[in-house]
């Protein structure tokens, strides 16, 4: 009995991965190897910024909080905030340093794929992660350490999160598309232009004739803008 028991377990549903989560899989593989391939010599250089953001991270863990970090001419904080978390993992280095905005740039694929697809066809989707996981400037950003890498992540989730709220109508998405509009201009500098990019997107929609409730819409921007 306890035999027919254990090959009914056996026997159960078995785990079926779809070809969709395959392809992605495959895209965000191919991109973790390309930034994390032998990241503890390449680059080599640590460049200007990386003995900053050194040293802002190393204040982060000795309990020294900051919104913005006036060194270096003075840089958003969100990136040192990684690097403190990723220190807890790993040795605060020049190689952890790397590790965070490598593991950032690996997000950012699956981000990309998951925004398309609000947008295109699921193959168009595919094509987009994959062509940005071997895209050699976004690689080379990515094995940097450098803080610009958390620019193509935030204009990729709010466009996502854009798309969203005007296809939903729903104040927790506009909440959301907010949120992420505020988090962005804790990453680098012309994350600025975003907003300059959505007020004209907003504008062209509008005059693209398409049927929108604009006033009904108008407090859920307020929200967002708030």
């Known amino acids: 009995r306890f035999g027919q028991q254990v ?91 790397k590790l965070t905005s490598a593991l950032v740039g690996i997000l950012t694929i699956p981000a990309l794929y998951v925004a398309a697809r609000r947008l295109f066809p699921e193959s168009v989707a595919f094509t987009a992660a994959f062509l940005l996981a071997v895209n050699r400037w976004h690689i080379v950003l990515s094995r940097s350490g450098f803080r610009v890498i958390l620019l193509p992540l935030f204009v990729i989730l709010l466009l996502y999160a854009v798309v969203r709220a005007l296809r939903s109508y729903r104040p927790f998405d506009f909440g959301l598309a907010g949120l992420v509009l505020g988090l962005g201009f804790y990453t680098y500098i012309p994350f600025a232009f975003a907003l300059v990019a959505l007020a004209v997107g907003l504008v062209l929609l509008l005059l693209s004739g398409r049927r929108f409730h604009w006033r009904s819409m108008l407090p859920l921007l307020i929200l967002a803008l708030a």
């Not at 802002?56 to 840089?75: C, H, K, Q, V």
């Open 7 to 97: 090959s009914a377990i056996l026997a159960g549903p078995k785990l079926v991965v779809s070809r969709k989560w395959l392809l992605l899989g495959l895209a965000v593989a191919v991109g973790a190897w390309l930034r994390l391939y032998q990241l503890e010599v390449i680059p080599a250089d640590i460049g200007w910024d990386l003995p900053y953001n050194l040293a802002d991270a190393r204040a982060i863990l000795r309990g020294e909080y900051r919104i913005f970090f006036p060194a270096n001419m003075g840089r958003e904080g969100m990136f040192f905030y990684l690097i403190a978390l990723v220190a807890r993992l790993a040795p605060l280095s020049h190689f952890s340093i």
